[in-house]
């Protein structure tokens, strides 16, 4: 097949790289994701691929938003899927840029099946997941030795109703992170403490995590829906629940919104 793309005479099936972009501060771009951004024919980002990352996309490079947004999706899964899969074979090197790790809440597993079906080049290179990037830059450490000794990620949206063992979640006593979890907040406050998770057990939430404007919430699993009331939290958030969100009063190099330890700032 021959496309012509940027004056390039194409002969060859392109590659697609579903390249996780981290949490949104460029620092925390792996050395791969850049290098294969700077070799793209075309990028696809999604709505968490912060501006600063945007900005080192190649100015020569078309680069097109495919995100989706609660009930607001640019395009479809499956046509996004068929795009990248019709550009890949007019010989085109694409790069799929999302926010955190294309494998975490995600969605980078269907893409990668469909282009392998399809017989596609392809190939992940995973970023940092938002729940070690933004806890981190709160001063959270994920497992902390006497506090913590694991760590569980959940979403707390599915595409459709939620099947969490939540007897489970709250029997781990480790630390638990919730993706996309703001409009649930309720809902996991609700199940969490009627099984048996004390009110007093320490919640942080961390809305635009590894960005100029994040901001870090942090009270007590019984006052989490009144916290994102209250602070109007938006999505992009976190909320972990565990003791190790107490650490982040000694760690963390800047100023947190500290209801636990009434010091807000
Ligand atoms: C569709 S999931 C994508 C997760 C992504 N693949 C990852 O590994 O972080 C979107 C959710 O990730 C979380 N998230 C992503 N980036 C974030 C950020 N910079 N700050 C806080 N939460 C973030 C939020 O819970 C958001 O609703």
């Known amino acids: 097949m021959h496309v012509n793309d940027n ?32 070799q793209a024919d075309l990028i696809l980002f999604d709505n968490l691929v912060s501006e600063a990352i945007r900005a080192l996309f190649p100015k020569s490079v078309p680069a097109f938003y495919v995100g989706k947004v ?15 899969v019709k550009k890949a074979r007019q010989g085109l090197n694409i790069v799929r840029i999302k926010g955190g790790d294309p494998f975490v809440f995600g969605r980078g597993g269907e893409e990668l099946l469909s282009l392998v079906q399809a017989g596609i080049d392809a190939e ?59 409009s649930r907040c309720g809902m996991i406050a609700e199940k969490l ?30 006052e989490l829906p009144t916290l994102v009331q209250t602070y109007r939290v938006q999505s992009p958030a976190l909320i972990v629940v565990g003791d190790v969100v107490q650490m982040a009063s000694q760690l963390r190099a800047g100023p947190a919104l500290d209801l636990l330890n009434q010091s807000c700032a």
Not at 196 to 213: H, M, W, Y
């Open 7 to 38: 004056n390039k005479t194409k002969l060859h099936t392109g590659k697609v790289w579903l390249v996780g972009a981290g949490p949104g501060d460029p620092d925390l771009l792996t050395v791969k994701a850049l290098r294969v951004l700077q």
């Open 70 to 84: 609660k009930d607001n999706h640019s395009i479809a899964q499956q046509d996004l899927n068929a795009l990248l």
């Open 124 to 182: 992940v290179v995973p970023g940092v997941t938002s729940a070690s990037g933004c806890t981190t830059a709160a001063g959270i450490p994920l497992t902390h030795r006497g506090l913590s000794q694991g760590c569980t990620f959940v979403t707390a949206h599915g595409e459709t109703e939620l099947t969490l063992n939540w007897a489970s979640l709250a029997g781990l006593r480790h630390t638990l992170v919730f993706y996309m979890g703001v």
């Open 193 to 222: 403490l009627s099984h048996g998770l004390s009110p007093e057990t320490p919640v942080a939430l961390i809305e635009n995590g590894c960005r100029p404007e994040q901001r870090d919430i942090i009270g007590s699993l019984h």
